[in-house]
């Protein structure tokens, strides 16, 4: 008899972190997926005051204050032009934990799960964990996802897509068409369209839509965060929004697995939904420019990169064994591999970095890219 449980015993530890515990310190680092710019001082002086009021020192309701949901709700309305109820929210842990929860409680014991692939190193993951299948498909050359192939992956065992837009590793952004496609296949198929949209507001080209636009169904369910967007990774604070009946049931999950989201962190992301919003626009900008500058220099160097439209990574396609050489001499960049099978043959290269660590880091490819056979 085992001694663990056998779903865990199916589960991988996450191959970036296998990247990180090869590094050395003072290695420019590539490969993490986190802004580098501090958090807001509204929202840090946000968290301060609810601290200082004596607002933090209990638990919250099991869905997040009042305010954060209100502040959710009117999110919604003013970026998307949706209408969602502050009762068809729950303030989650980040986006890691709204993830979860979605999946548990939509994925039934063996049920399919469709994911990008290359895509996400927690979707397989969680998918495996709640039980499930996870059904890789393939990106087109742009590394978008085709709405066709998610249509042909569908069985009578699928329970659920995913759609990450702009997407990580990829940086990928789906159109407006593809998203009224995948709404059109979650009515038509009745099956869940999971959209992860955390980094919904880092877009250069083109605009991020929802899927939820086109649904005539409640079969879109949504996770987002404040993580990338407000530069809040630390604070661990996301959402999921969906149909009452389905926030039901993730509450359901929530409320056993989590409680409430940590109080002081929902009080920050109010003030960051409510507040002032030009520090994203100045965070877009410097992404934007530090995009443009590793593209020319990965055209330089000669590896073809599909253009990212979004998000902060680029995902160029590489000799056999260049990210682990590229390592060797100082630079952390991620395999291809570790977000997919389909993955092999590309790194993730993360520009949320300054300029100057992105030119150095590019000399540096520049050496091993010339001496690789």
Known sequence: MSKYAPRVEKMDISGIREVFEGASEGDINLGIGQPDFPTPEHIRDAALSAVEEGLVDSYTANKGIRGLREAISEKYERDNGLSIEPDNVIATSGASEALHIAIEAHVRQGGEVVIPDPGFVAYEQLAVLAGGTPKPVEL???LTLDPATVEDAITENTDLFIVNSPANPTGAVQSKADMREFARIADEYDVV??????????????????????????????????????????????????????IERMLRVHQ????????PAQYAAEAALKGPQEPIEEMVSAFETRRDVLLDGLDDIGLETPRPEGAFYAM???????????????????????????GAGYARISYATNVEALKEALEIMKSVTRATP
Not at 209 to 215: I, L, N
Not at 256 to 263: D, G, I, K, L
């Open 140 to 142: 087109r050359d742009d």
């Open 193 to 246: 369209c999971l959209l992860d949209e955390v980094y919904e507001h880092i877009v250069f080209e083109g605009e991020h839509h929802s899927p939820m636009e086109f649904s005539t169904t409640d079969n879109v369910v949504q996770v987002n965060a404040c993580s990338k967007s407000y530069s809040m990774t630390g604070w661990r604070l996301g959402w999921v929004t969906a149909s009452n009946d389905r």
């Open 256 to 263: 056993y697995v989590q409680a409430c989201a940590s109080a």
């Open 316 to 342: 160029p396609e590489v000799p056999e064994g260049w990210a682990a050489d590229v390592l060797e001499n100082g630079v952390i960049v991620v395999p291809g591999e570790v977000f997919g099978e389909r």
